[in-house]
């Protein structure tokens, strides 16, 4: 069974840039046929799905958030990350990564980690 | 691109059936037959229930259903148990080749 672990700082200052890393156990990103995705939730709030890659490297990203996002994949230690520029206090939020097959998001989900954003 | 619209609240007594909506438009779930739900109990993340609409992952109770009319989602809960007790959310992809997720519904099993 695939099992997701977030790491990363749990607190960032405004303006900075938020890092994450996802590390994959039980199964290879560089197998394919799936797709693995940054999601997010807002204390107390609806989620909201940040963007895809696949093992090539093809990223997807929510519109609204395009311009601040990049998702990259490290196959070789079989984990995917998240970097968030020009973080403001918007972006905090309980981050999670997460498995996706084709046509469904979050077949399997990581724990989360809650970032904040204060100076 | 908006959030699914979902009733922030539902409730129901063991033993009924409760259906929670969730609206999206044309460029949605009236579009695609995407559509997920999800339940996430608190302080846990969010477990897939019904994926395509209706289909349900290895393991998931057959009293969960999902249903789709329209720019309309529907999860039906049948046989209400105290354990279905959660947070549940709806996903559609979308025609700009995103995701977009509903709000949540608080369901409470009275």
């Known amino acids: 069974q695939v099992q997701l672990q977030e790491s990363g700082p749990g607190l960032v200052k405004p303006s900075q840039t938020l890092s994450l890393t996802c590390t994959v156990s039980?199964?290879?990103?560089?197998?394919?046929?799936?797709?693995w995705s940054w999601i997010r939730q807002h204390p107390g709030k609806g989620l909201e799905w940040i963007g895809y890659?696949?093992?090539?490297?093809?990223?997807n990203y929510n519109p609204s958030l395009k311009s601040r996002v990049t998702i990259s994949v490290d196959t070789s230690k079989n984990q995917f990350s998240l970097k968030v520029n020009s973080v403001t206090a918007a972006d905090t939020a309980l981050y999670y990564c997460?498995?996706?097959?084709?046509?469904?998001?979050?077949?399997?989900w990581g724990q989360g980690t809650l970032v904040t954003v204060t100076s | 691109q908006s959030a699914l619209t979902q009733p922030a609240s539902v409730s129901g007594s063991p033993g009924q059936s409760i259906t929670i909506s969730c609206t999206g438009t044309?460029?949605?779930?009236?579009?695609?037959?995407?559509v997920s739900w999800y339940q996430q109990h608190p302080g846990k993340a969010p477990k897939l229930i019904i994926y395509?609409?209706?289909k349900r992952p290895s393991g998931v109770s057959d009293r969960f259903s999902g249903s789709k009319s329209g720019n309309t989602a529907s999860l039906t809960i049948s046989g209400l148990q105290a354990e279905d007790e959660s947070d549940y959310f709806c996903?559609?992809?979308?025609?700009?080749?995103?995701?977009?997720f509903g709000g949540g519904t608080e369901l409470t099993v009275l």
């Open positions: 039980g199964g290879s990103i560089s197998s394919g046929g799936y797709y």
């Open positions: 996903c559609s992809y979308t025609t700009s080749r995103s995701w977009v």
């Open positions: 890659i696949y093992h090539s490297g093809s990223t």
């Open positions: 044309s460029s949605d779930i009236g579009t695609y037959n995407l």
């Open positions: 395509e609409g209706s």
């Open positions: 997460a498995r996706d097959s084709s046509g469904v998001v979050g077949v399997n």
